[in-house]
């Protein structure tokens, strides 16, 4: 009886103390944040495909356990699907407008006539910078070597993007400081892209005799570069970027777009012509 005992009162005190050790285990211990999967869907610039797949794939080193997937378009249509329900956790957008319009922290004067409220504001920040360049076909038949040039009999046809996306809006201001606008658009020398992809590849097809795009996305396609774009003839290209109030991972999310602000992330956005934002 008293071997019965002491082997019940052994029994117990063995499972007393298992119980106890699954209770002092911390609940985010290395071994639960390593097994748990998470998936961050993150909206960009069109202009952004290239690097922002390289780096996606660096991150997968840094954060196995993370996914991303990426959606790029121009960012007018990116604002928009979000604004529609799309999910989203991080959005960079190529201009300040498009995330002006998501931003509760920006008035109607600011660019949210609507009173949107999609971004974490003490997230935001202005992540990179571009410049806006005027690219032509290989062997450039027209011989067109400056933005002037457009004024000129050198040009047929010249693509640029839509005034809703960057690209386009960077590109009338260009061509409205030139005082060439309104002469282009009647003697139908303007042809128009949803977005800044498809304005390349009309370049690089040789569709049209120039087109006005980012220099990164000139230096990605291996098109020729003639001229580029200074402070009197457009404003500053910056893209910001911010982690939405809408995430369900906010700290993952928070994490990537730390990553995107590292040296190892500059290193690929600055080898096509990305510059950290000043």
């Known amino acids: ?15 007393a103390l298992t119980a106890c050790a699954s209770k002092t285990e911390p609940a985010g211990s290395e071994e639960a944040a390593e097994a748990e999967e998470v998936t961050l869907y993150v909206f960009a610039a069109a202009s952004m495909t290239e690097t922002l797949d390289q780096i996606i794939a660096l991150y997968k080193a840094v954060a196995p356990n993370v996914t991303i997937v990426p959606t790029y378009d121009s960012s007018g249509t990116l604002k928009t699907q979000i604004q529609e329900g799309a999910q989203c956790d991080l959005f960079i957008s190529a201009a300040q407008k498009q995330m002006n319009q998501l931003d509760a922290a920006k ?30 076909p290989d062997e450039n038949p027209k011989g067109i070597e400056t933005f002037a040039d457009l004024g000129t009999d050198k040009l047929s046809l010249l693509c640029i993007g839509n005034e809703d996306v960057p690209v386009g809006a960077y590109s009338l201001e260009i061509l409205n400081a030139l005082g060439i606008m309104d002469a282009l658009e009647s003697s139908g020398k303007l042809t128009y892209g949803s977005n800044v992809k498809e304005v390349t590849t009309q370049v690089k097809e040789g569709t ?37 109030n809408i995430t369900e991972n906010e700290q993952a999310a928070r994490d990537f777009l730390a990553f995107l602000q590292s040296d190892e992330a500059m290193t690929v956005f600055q080898s096509v012509g990305f510059a950290p934002a000043p």
């Open 1 to 15: 009886m008293k071997k019965t005992i002491a082997l019940l009162l052994c029994l117990a005190m063995l499972f």
């Open 107 to 136: 008035d109607a004067e600011g660019g949210n006539e609507e009173g949107l409220d999609f971004v974490l504001s003490d997230t935001r920040v202005d992540l990179l910078e571009n410049k806006v360049v005027l690219a032509v």
């Open 208 to 244: 049209v005799d120039a087109g006005i795009i980012y220099a990164t996305d000139a230096f990605s396609a291996g098109l020729t570069v003639v001229d580029q774009a200074t402070s009197d003839l457009c404003r500053q290209v910056i893209y910001p970027a911010a982690v939405l």
